[in-house]
Protein backbone atom coordinates (compact mmCIF):
# COMPACT_ATOMS: atom_id res chain seq x y z
CA UNK A 1 0.00 0.00 0.00
CA UNK A 2 3.23 2.27 0.45
CA UNK A 3 3.33 2.82 -3.15
CA UNK A 4 -0.35 3.59 -3.85
CA UNK A 5 -1.05 7.28 -3.26
CA UNK A 6 -4.05 7.75 -5.32
CA UNK A 7 -6.85 5.83 -6.36
CA UNK A 8 -9.17 7.66 -9.16
CA UNK A 9 -12.84 5.98 -9.08
CA UNK A 10 -14.60 7.09 -12.95
CA UNK A 11 -18.59 6.45 -11.88
CA UNK A 12 -19.77 8.50 -8.82
CA UNK A 13 -22.12 5.35 -8.57
CA UNK A 14 -23.10 2.58 -6.30
CA UNK A 15 -20.08 0.65 -7.28
CA UNK A 16 -17.63 3.77 -6.66
CA UNK A 17 -19.14 5.06 -3.52
CA UNK A 18 -18.55 1.49 -1.64
CA UNK A 19 -15.50 1.30 -3.13
CA UNK A 20 -14.17 4.55 -1.96
CA UNK A 21 -15.92 3.54 1.23
CA UNK A 22 -13.91 0.41 1.71
CA UNK A 23 -10.68 2.15 0.52
CA UNK A 24 -10.88 4.19 3.62
CA UNK A 25 -11.57 1.09 6.26
CA UNK A 26 -8.77 -0.83 4.89
CA UNK A 27 -6.73 1.92 5.81
CA UNK A 28 -5.90 3.68 2.45
CA UNK A 29 -4.98 6.83 3.96
CA UNK A 30 -4.16 8.62 0.63
CA UNK A 31 -6.08 10.64 -1.95
CA UNK A 32 -9.27 9.34 -3.40
CA UNK A 33 -11.09 11.09 -6.26
CA UNK A 34 -13.98 10.04 -7.89
CA UNK A 35 -15.51 11.61 -10.98
CA UNK A 36 -19.37 11.41 -11.40
CA UNK A 37 -21.17 13.30 -14.11
CA UNK A 38 -24.42 13.65 -12.08
CA UNK A 39 -25.15 16.89 -10.24
CA UNK A 40 -25.51 14.89 -6.86
CA UNK A 41 -23.71 12.45 -4.36
CA UNK A 42 -23.90 8.63 -5.58
CA UNK A 43 -27.88 6.94 -4.93
CA UNK A 44 -28.98 3.20 -5.24
CA UNK A 45 -31.24 2.52 -8.50
CA UNK A 46 -33.24 0.36 -7.16
CA UNK A 47 -35.90 3.19 -5.91
CA UNK A 48 -35.98 4.63 -9.29
CA UNK A 49 -38.88 2.62 -10.47
CA UNK A 50 -40.50 1.99 -7.35
CA UNK A 51 -40.92 4.02 -4.07
CA UNK A 52 -39.16 7.24 -4.87
CA UNK A 53 -40.53 7.24 -8.61
CA UNK A 54 -44.21 7.15 -7.02
CA UNK A 55 -42.95 10.03 -4.41
CA UNK A 56 -43.08 7.84 -1.18
CA UNK A 57 -39.79 8.59 -0.35
CA UNK A 58 -36.88 11.24 -0.93
CA UNK A 59 -33.43 11.87 -2.34
CA UNK A 60 -31.56 11.03 0.77
CA UNK A 61 -32.99 7.49 1.46
CA UNK A 62 -32.32 6.35 -2.23
CA UNK A 63 -28.51 8.08 -1.22
CA UNK A 64 -26.06 5.54 -0.25
CA UNK A 65 -24.21 8.49 2.12
CA UNK A 66 -25.16 11.04 4.22
CA UNK A 67 -24.12 13.96 2.69
CA UNK A 68 -21.49 14.99 4.51
CA UNK A 69 -19.65 11.88 4.37
CA UNK A 70 -17.32 12.29 1.43
CA UNK A 71 -15.90 15.46 3.12
CA UNK A 72 -15.49 13.71 6.35
CA UNK A 73 -13.90 10.53 5.31
CA UNK A 74 -11.68 12.95 2.94
CA UNK A 75 -12.79 11.38 -0.23
CA UNK A 76 -13.26 14.07 -2.67
CA UNK A 77 -15.94 13.55 -4.95
CA UNK A 78 -16.30 15.44 -8.02
CA UNK A 79 -19.60 15.76 -9.31
CA UNK A 80 -20.74 17.33 -12.58
CA UNK A 81 -17.42 15.88 -13.93
CA UNK A 82 -16.93 13.94 -16.72
CA UNK A 83 -13.73 11.77 -17.42
CA UNK A 84 -13.31 11.73 -21.44
CA UNK A 85 -10.03 9.67 -21.67
CA UNK A 86 -7.97 7.37 -19.79
CA UNK A 87 -4.14 7.38 -20.80
CA UNK A 88 -3.08 3.77 -19.49
CA UNK A 89 0.55 4.60 -20.62
CA UNK A 90 0.83 8.00 -18.08
CA UNK A 91 -1.92 6.27 -15.85
CA UNK A 92 -3.34 9.19 -16.30
CA UNK A 93 -7.23 10.35 -16.43
CA UNK A 94 -8.66 13.00 -18.64
CA UNK A 95 -11.42 15.41 -18.01
CA UNK A 96 -13.94 17.28 -20.05
CA UNK A 97 -12.38 20.52 -18.57
CA UNK A 98 -8.86 19.68 -19.39
CA UNK A 99 -7.29 18.33 -16.36
CA UNK A 100 -5.97 15.21 -15.80
CA UNK A 101 -5.52 13.51 -12.90
CA UNK A 102 -2.73 10.89 -11.95
CA UNK A 103 -3.39 7.38 -10.36
CA UNK A 104 -1.96 4.53 -9.06
CA UNK A 105 -5.17 2.91 -9.03
CA UNK A 106 -8.20 3.43 -11.10
CA UNK A 107 -11.43 1.87 -10.99
CA UNK A 108 -13.78 2.11 -13.68
CA UNK A 109 -17.45 2.08 -12.01
CA UNK A 110 -18.93 3.84 -15.70
CA UNK A 111 -22.54 1.94 -15.42
CA UNK A 112 -24.87 1.82 -18.44
CA UNK A 113 -26.63 3.43 -20.62
CA UNK A 114 -30.11 2.53 -21.96
CA UNK A 115 -30.73 1.07 -25.22
CA UNK A 116 -32.40 3.41 -27.37
CA UNK A 117 -35.74 3.00 -29.57
CA UNK A 118 -34.45 3.69 -33.20
CA UNK A 119 -38.52 3.77 -35.03
CA UNK A 120 -39.75 6.46 -36.29
CA UNK A 121 -41.32 9.26 -34.24
CA UNK A 122 -39.29 7.81 -31.50
CA UNK A 123 -37.39 11.15 -30.97
CA UNK A 124 -40.48 13.10 -29.93
CA UNK A 125 -41.11 14.70 -26.67
CA UNK A 126 -42.93 12.74 -24.26
CA UNK A 127 -40.65 9.32 -24.61
CA UNK A 128 -38.45 8.39 -21.53
CA UNK A 129 -35.53 6.43 -20.63
CA UNK A 130 -35.05 5.82 -16.87
CA UNK A 131 -31.61 5.44 -15.55
CA UNK A 132 -30.71 8.86 -13.35
CA UNK A 133 -32.99 10.34 -10.65
CA UNK A 134 -33.29 13.62 -13.34
CA UNK A 135 -35.31 10.48 -15.26
CA UNK A 136 -36.96 9.49 -12.97
CA UNK A 137 -38.10 12.99 -11.32
CA UNK A 138 -39.27 13.86 -15.40
CA UNK A 139 -41.37 10.95 -15.67
CA UNK A 140 -42.64 10.68 -12.53
CA UNK A 141 -44.72 13.99 -13.30
CA UNK A 142 -45.05 13.39 -16.48
CA UNK A 143 -47.18 9.81 -15.47
CA UNK A 144 -49.02 12.31 -12.47
CA UNK A 145 -50.01 14.55 -15.50
CA UNK A 146 -49.95 12.68 -18.75
CA UNK A 147 -51.79 9.98 -19.41
CA UNK A 148 -52.28 7.19 -20.81
CA UNK A 149 -48.56 5.55 -20.17
CA UNK A 150 -47.68 3.24 -22.77
CA UNK A 151 -44.61 0.96 -21.82
CA UNK A 152 -42.24 -0.58 -24.02
CA UNK A 153 -40.09 -3.43 -23.14
CA UNK A 154 -41.50 -5.94 -20.20
CA UNK A 155 -37.98 -6.17 -18.88
CA UNK A 156 -37.05 -5.32 -15.26
CA UNK A 157 -37.18 -1.79 -15.85
CA UNK A 158 -40.62 -1.52 -17.98
CA UNK A 159 -42.25 -4.14 -15.61
CA UNK A 160 -41.78 -2.00 -12.24
CA UNK A 161 -42.31 1.30 -13.81
CA UNK A 162 -45.74 0.06 -15.32
CA UNK A 163 -46.70 -1.25 -11.56
CA UNK A 164 -45.39 1.93 -9.95
CA UNK A 165 -47.39 4.23 -13.22
CA UNK A 166 -50.70 1.91 -12.37
CA UNK A 167 -50.75 2.41 -8.64
CA UNK A 168 -49.94 6.00 -9.46
CA UNK A 169 -53.31 6.10 -11.32
CA UNK A 170 -52.14 6.12 -14.68
CA UNK A 171 -54.20 4.10 -17.30
CA UNK A 172 -50.98 1.72 -18.77
CA UNK A 173 -50.34 -0.09 -21.72
CA UNK A 174 -47.15 -2.83 -22.08
CA UNK A 175 -45.58 -3.60 -25.28
CA UNK A 176 -43.34 -6.71 -25.09
CA UNK A 177 -41.44 -8.52 -28.09
CA UNK A 178 -41.54 -11.73 -26.22
CA UNK A 179 -44.53 -13.78 -25.08
CA UNK A 180 -44.78 -13.02 -20.98
CA UNK A 181 -42.63 -10.18 -18.76
CA UNK A 182 -39.20 -11.20 -17.95
CA UNK A 183 -39.24 -14.34 -20.69
CA UNK A 184 -35.79 -13.58 -21.21
CA UNK A 185 -34.45 -14.21 -17.24
CA UNK A 186 -37.19 -16.17 -15.90
CA UNK A 187 -38.66 -18.31 -18.64
CA UNK A 188 -42.54 -18.60 -19.39
CA UNK A 189 -43.55 -20.36 -16.83
CA UNK A 190 -42.08 -18.03 -13.97
CA UNK A 191 -43.42 -14.79 -16.75
CA UNK A 192 -47.06 -15.79 -16.68
CA UNK A 193 -46.98 -15.35 -13.18
CA UNK A 194 -46.40 -11.76 -13.86
CA UNK A 195 -48.29 -11.59 -16.78
CA UNK A 196 -51.31 -12.21 -14.98
CA UNK A 197 -49.76 -10.03 -11.87
CA UNK A 198 -49.99 -7.11 -14.31
CA UNK A 199 -53.49 -8.26 -15.99
CA UNK A 200 -55.22 -8.27 -12.47
CA UNK A 201 -53.81 -4.82 -12.12
CA UNK A 202 -55.70 -3.67 -14.85
CA UNK A 203 -52.61 -3.05 -17.38
CA UNK A 204 -53.72 -3.98 -21.33
CA UNK A 205 -51.04 -6.15 -22.36
CA UNK A 206 -49.77 -6.38 -26.04
CA UNK A 207 -46.90 -9.27 -25.88
CA UNK A 208 -45.57 -11.17 -29.03
CA UNK A 209 -45.66 -7.73 -30.99
CA UNK A 210 -43.26 -5.00 -31.76
CA UNK A 211 -43.31 -1.55 -32.27
CA UNK A 212 -43.88 -0.11 -35.65
CA UNK A 213 -43.68 4.08 -34.85
CA UNK A 214 -44.77 6.48 -32.44
CA UNK A 215 -47.02 9.60 -33.93
CA UNK A 216 -47.87 12.93 -32.96
CA UNK A 217 -48.24 16.56 -33.89
CA UNK A 218 -44.95 18.12 -31.79
CA UNK A 219 -45.21 15.27 -28.91
CA UNK A 220 -46.33 11.79 -28.98
CA UNK A 221 -49.47 10.54 -29.04
CA UNK A 222 -49.84 6.85 -30.19
CA UNK A 223 -47.62 4.07 -30.44
CA UNK A 224 -48.39 1.93 -33.79
CA UNK A 225 -47.98 -1.62 -33.13
CA UNK A 226 -46.00 -4.03 -36.22
CA UNK A 227 -49.67 -6.07 -36.11
CA UNK A 228 -51.58 -2.77 -36.56
CA UNK A 229 -52.79 -1.56 -32.93
CA UNK A 230 -52.56 1.79 -32.34
CA UNK A 231 -52.49 2.71 -28.65
CA UNK A 232 -53.07 6.42 -27.28
CA UNK A 233 -50.14 7.64 -25.30
CA UNK A 234 -49.36 10.85 -23.88
CA UNK A 235 -46.28 9.31 -21.85
CA UNK A 236 -44.00 6.70 -23.33
CA UNK A 237 -41.42 4.56 -21.16
CA UNK A 238 -39.09 2.83 -23.24
CA UNK A 239 -37.43 0.02 -21.44
CA UNK A 240 -35.59 -2.69 -23.58
CA UNK A 241 -32.33 -3.08 -22.08
CA UNK A 242 -29.01 -1.13 -21.45
CA UNK A 243 -25.56 -1.08 -23.11
CA UNK A 244 -22.38 -1.11 -20.69
CA UNK A 245 -20.32 2.43 -20.78
CA UNK A 246 -17.20 0.58 -22.21
CA UNK A 247 -16.26 3.14 -24.40
CA UNK A 248 -13.53 4.85 -22.07
CA UNK A 249 -12.19 1.09 -21.51
CA UNK A 250 -12.09 0.35 -25.32
CA UNK A 251 -10.20 3.91 -26.29
CA UNK A 252 -7.83 3.26 -23.57
CA UNK A 253 -7.28 -0.85 -25.33
CA UNK A 254 -8.74 -2.44 -22.61
CA UNK A 255 -10.31 -5.68 -22.80
CA UNK A 256 -14.02 -5.30 -23.74
CA UNK A 257 -17.07 -8.05 -24.73
CA UNK A 258 -20.40 -7.59 -23.53
CA UNK A 259 -18.49 -5.32 -21.06
CA UNK A 260 -15.06 -4.32 -19.56
CA UNK A 261 -13.52 -7.87 -19.25
CA UNK A 262 -12.31 -8.82 -15.70
CA UNK A 263 -10.71 -11.46 -13.98
CA UNK A 264 -12.08 -12.74 -11.01
CA UNK A 265 -10.12 -10.69 -8.96
CA UNK A 266 -11.85 -7.61 -10.71
CA UNK A 267 -8.70 -6.48 -12.63
CA UNK A 268 -8.94 -5.67 -16.62
CA UNK A 269 -6.36 -6.21 -19.26
CA UNK A 270 -4.62 -3.06 -17.94
CA UNK A 271 -1.96 -2.85 -15.54
CA UNK A 272 -3.60 -0.91 -12.10
CA UNK A 273 -7.17 -0.71 -13.80
CA UNK A 274 -10.02 -2.44 -12.19
CA UNK A 275 -13.69 -2.49 -13.10
CA UNK A 276 -17.36 -2.75 -10.98
CA UNK A 277 -20.84 -2.91 -11.65
CA UNK A 278 -22.94 -2.97 -14.44
CA UNK A 279 -19.73 -2.31 -16.67
CA UNK A 280 -17.92 -5.27 -15.92
CA UNK A 281 -18.12 -8.66 -17.42
CA UNK A 282 -16.41 -10.44 -14.36
CA UNK A 283 -14.88 -14.16 -14.23
CA UNK A 284 -17.18 -16.13 -12.21
CA UNK A 285 -14.94 -19.10 -10.43
CA UNK A 286 -18.48 -20.94 -9.25
CA UNK A 287 -19.60 -21.33 -13.11
CA UNK A 288 -16.15 -20.71 -14.99
CA UNK A 289 -17.56 -18.09 -17.10
CA UNK A 290 -17.35 -14.14 -17.77
CA UNK A 291 -21.07 -12.96 -16.15
CA UNK A 292 -22.22 -9.59 -16.32
CA UNK A 293 -24.63 -8.46 -13.79
CA UNK A 294 -27.27 -5.19 -14.43
CA UNK A 295 -28.08 -5.40 -10.62
CA UNK A 296 -27.87 -3.87 -7.58
CA UNK A 297 -25.65 -6.48 -5.88
CA UNK A 298 -23.24 -6.67 -8.57
CA UNK A 299 -22.35 -2.92 -7.39
CA UNK A 300 -22.81 -3.54 -4.20
CA UNK A 301 -20.58 -6.20 -3.77
CA UNK A 302 -18.29 -5.77 -6.49
CA UNK A 303 -17.17 -1.87 -5.53
CA UNK A 304 -15.67 -3.23 -2.09
CA UNK A 305 -13.95 -6.08 -3.80
CA UNK A 306 -12.41 -4.30 -5.96
CA UNK A 307 -11.50 -2.12 -3.35
CA UNK A 308 -9.83 -4.37 -0.98
CA UNK A 309 -8.03 -6.10 -4.60
CA UNK A 310 -6.58 -2.32 -5.36
CA UNK A 311 -4.84 -2.46 -2.50
CA UNK A 312 -3.08 -5.23 -2.60
CA UNK A 313 -5.34 -8.25 -1.58
CA UNK A 314 -6.00 -11.45 -4.01
CA UNK A 315 -9.66 -11.85 -2.86
CA UNK A 316 -11.79 -13.48 -5.74
CA UNK A 317 -15.46 -12.00 -6.55
CA UNK A 318 -17.43 -15.44 -6.25
CA UNK A 319 -20.73 -14.04 -4.62
CA UNK A 320 -24.16 -16.01 -5.76
CA UNK A 321 -25.73 -13.61 -7.99
CA UNK A 322 -28.83 -12.63 -6.37
CA UNK A 323 -31.47 -9.46 -7.67
CA UNK A 324 -34.78 -8.52 -6.02
CA UNK A 325 -37.94 -6.73 -7.31
CA UNK A 326 -41.21 -5.45 -5.84
CA UNK A 327 -44.41 -5.20 -8.24
CA UNK A 328 -47.77 -4.10 -6.76
CA UNK A 329 -48.08 -6.69 -3.64
CA UNK A 330 -45.46 -9.08 -5.21
CA UNK A 331 -41.97 -8.82 -3.78
CA UNK A 332 -39.37 -11.40 -4.61
CA UNK A 333 -35.56 -12.34 -4.79
CA UNK A 334 -33.74 -14.67 -7.23
CA UNK A 335 -30.39 -16.14 -6.42
CA UNK A 336 -28.32 -18.21 -8.76
CA UNK A 337 -27.78 -18.07 -12.51
CA UNK A 338 -29.95 -20.22 -15.69
CA UNK A 339 -29.03 -19.16 -18.84
CA UNK A 340 -30.12 -22.24 -19.72
CA UNK A 341 -32.37 -24.75 -18.13
CA UNK A 342 -34.91 -27.75 -18.46
CA UNK A 343 -37.50 -27.67 -15.94
CA UNK A 344 -39.36 -25.07 -13.62
CA UNK A 345 -40.40 -26.25 -10.36
CA UNK A 346 -43.18 -24.18 -8.00
CA UNK A 347 -43.32 -24.67 -4.63
CA UNK A 348 -46.41 -23.27 -3.17
CA UNK A 349 -49.46 -21.47 -5.16
CA UNK A 350 -48.11 -18.77 -7.65
CA UNK A 351 -51.65 -17.75 -8.49
CA UNK A 352 -51.45 -17.14 -4.76
CA UNK A 353 -48.88 -14.76 -4.39
CA UNK A 354 -46.80 -17.02 -2.02
CA UNK A 355 -44.22 -19.28 -3.86
CA UNK A 356 -40.98 -20.41 -4.45
CA UNK A 357 -39.88 -21.07 -7.95
CA UNK A 358 -36.41 -23.59 -9.07
CA UNK A 359 -34.80 -23.40 -12.28
CA UNK A 360 -33.03 -26.91 -12.49
CA UNK A 361 -30.70 -28.51 -15.23
CA UNK A 362 -30.35 -31.91 -15.13
CA UNK A 363 -31.52 -32.34 -11.95
CA UNK A 364 -29.58 -29.69 -10.55
CA UNK A 365 -31.00 -26.58 -9.04
CA UNK A 366 -29.48 -23.55 -10.91
CA UNK A 367 -31.37 -20.91 -9.26
CA UNK A 368 -34.33 -20.25 -7.02
CA UNK A 369 -37.20 -17.28 -6.73
CA UNK A 370 -38.88 -16.53 -3.13
CA UNK A 371 -42.02 -14.80 -4.21
CA UNK A 372 -43.36 -13.37 -0.50
CA UNK A 373 -41.51 -15.76 1.37
CA UNK A 374 -39.02 -14.22 3.35
CA UNK A 375 -37.65 -17.06 5.89
CA UNK A 376 -35.59 -19.43 3.48
CA UNK A 377 -33.08 -17.63 2.08
CA UNK A 378 -30.11 -20.08 3.65
CA UNK A 379 -31.60 -22.98 2.40
CA UNK A 380 -32.06 -21.38 -0.92
CA UNK A 381 -28.06 -19.78 -1.33
CA UNK A 382 -27.12 -23.84 -0.31
CA UNK A 383 -29.10 -25.00 -2.84
CA UNK A 384 -27.94 -22.60 -5.50
CA UNK A 385 -24.31 -21.96 -4.36
CA UNK A 386 -24.46 -26.02 -4.32
CA UNK A 387 -26.14 -26.72 -7.78
CA UNK A 388 -27.39 -29.91 -5.72
CA UNK A 389 -29.24 -32.63 -7.59
CA UNK A 390 -32.56 -32.89 -5.73
CA UNK A 391 -35.53 -34.80 -6.15
CA UNK A 392 -38.39 -32.76 -7.42
CA UNK A 393 -40.78 -34.07 -6.56
CA UNK A 394 -39.23 -33.11 -2.78
CA UNK A 395 -38.79 -29.08 -4.11
CA UNK A 396 -42.54 -28.97 -5.31
CA UNK A 397 -43.50 -30.67 -1.98
CA UNK A 398 -44.12 -27.91 1.31
CA UNK A 399 -44.36 -30.76 3.48
CA UNK A 400 -40.84 -31.45 3.15
CA UNK A 401 -38.43 -28.59 4.89
CA UNK A 402 -35.96 -27.16 2.82
CA UNK A 403 -32.90 -27.35 4.79
CA UNK A 404 -33.46 -31.34 5.31
CA UNK A 405 -32.85 -30.46 1.29
CA UNK A 406 -29.88 -29.22 1.59
CA UNK A 407 -28.85 -32.00 4.40
CA UNK A 408 -29.03 -34.49 1.83
Known amino acids: MDNIRQIVIIGASLAGAKAAETLRAEGFDGAVIMVGEEPVRPYERPPLSKDYFRGESVFDSAAVHEGDYYSKSDIELRTSTKAVAVEI ?13 PYDRL ?17 LPGVHYLRTIADADDLSAAVVSSSPVVVIGAGWIGAEVAASARQMGADVSMVELASVPLERVLG ?50 VGVGVVPRTE ?44 RLE ?32 Q ?26 EFIAFWLDGGSVLAAMNANIWDEGDALEALVR ?11 SVDVGLDTLVQL
Open 89 to 101: SDSVVSLDSGERI
Open 107 to 123: LLATGATPRRLTVPGSD
Open 188 to 237: PEVGRVYAELHARHGVSLHFGVGVDSLAGAGRVEEVRLTDGTVLPAATIV
Open 248 to 291: LAEAAGIESRNGILVDEYLATSAANVFAAGDVANAFHPLYGTHI
Open 295 to 326: HWSAALNQGPMAAKNMLGGAVPYDRTPYFFSD
Open 328 to 353: YELGMEYRGWAPAFDSVIFRGQPEQG
Open 386 to 396: GRLRVDPSALA
